[in-house]
């Protein structure tokens, strides 16, 4: 069975601290795809970046990076010097090849103080 | 550029009372989903839509019906309303592309309170 675990349920941080955001998953299928997603204060979910299972890359988009580790079933997401607009909810998600479903972790509140 | 549009946003309704949550894309996805958030849960689908004609149980289908109209709506149905349901709804949909998962396109959700 599928399963997305977001263990941080909220991190406090001051403005230009990096903050890292866990995320660890389950999966029996060697075909996997896992996104993040951002949930800022107004409700809207915003997509943040895809990964596939052969994609072990690590992607860096502006202050954004993602470390996709294998072995270790875990795809981190860091923030680099945060800023208060960062401040929002942040989902891991999950979805096996060809089942169109997306299992979503339980969120981590990031708070960004100024 | 409207992209998944849900109706209404905010709707209180008394226990045992009936209602359908309306979601339209104009993106000519395949699948269309209906997940509910609720605090500490993260977002758990209902149902979901690989396609017209077709709909699927989700992790927490119970209390809710689904219809997928056409290709491009697809509405929630709840039959008797339950103080359980109360959490804010979120409609999404997503193409299907040469059997890879695309990301979801989320509406701006509904709140829903069941008093």
């Known amino acids: 069975a599928q399963k997305v675990t977001q263990a941080q349920t909220e991190i406090s941080v001051v403005e230009k601290e990096d903050v890292t955001l866990d995320c660890v998953y389950e999966?029996?299928?060697?075909?996997?795809?896992l996104f993040w997603y951002k949930q800022p204060p107004s409700g809207e979910l915003v997509f943040l970046i895809r990964?596939?299972?052969?994609?072990?890359q690590n992607e860096i988009s502006g202050r954004y990076s993602w470390n996709f580790q294998k072995s270790t079933s875990s795809f981190n997401f860091t923030i680099t010097a945060s800023q208060v607009v960062d401040s929002a909810v942040y989902f891991c998600?999950?979805?096996?090849?060809?089942?169109?479903?997306?299992?979503f972790g339980t969120g981590t509140r990031l708070q960004v103080f100024p | 550029n409207a992209g998944v549009t849900q109706t209404p946003k905010f709707q209180v309704l008394k226990t045992g009372q009936s209602m359908t949550l309306q979601c339209a894309q104009d993106?000519?996805?395949?699948?269309m989903y209906w997940y509910r958030q609720d605090p500490g849960m993260g977002l758990r689908l209902i149902y979901y839509?690989?396609?017209?004609?077709?709909?699927d149980k989700g992790e927490v289908p119970n209390g809710y019906n689904v219809s997928r109209l056409n290709k491009r709506e697809f509405s929630l149905r709840l039959e008797s309303a339950a103080p359980s349901q109360t959490s804010v709804y979120f409609c999404?949909?997503?193409?299907?592309?040469?059997?890879?998962?695309?990301?979801?396109?989320f509406g701006s959700g509904t709140q829903l309170s069941v008093l």
């Open positions: 999404a949909s997503s193409r299907v592309f040469e059997a890879t998962n695309e990301k979801l396109f």
């Open positions: 999966t029996r299928d060697t075909t996997y795809y």
């Open positions: 990964r596939n299972s052969f994609d072990e």
């Open positions: 998600a999950l979805s096996e090849a060809n089942t169109d479903k997306l299992i």
């Open positions: 993106m000519n996805h395949n699948s």
């Open positions: 839509s690989a396609s017209e004609g077709t709909t």
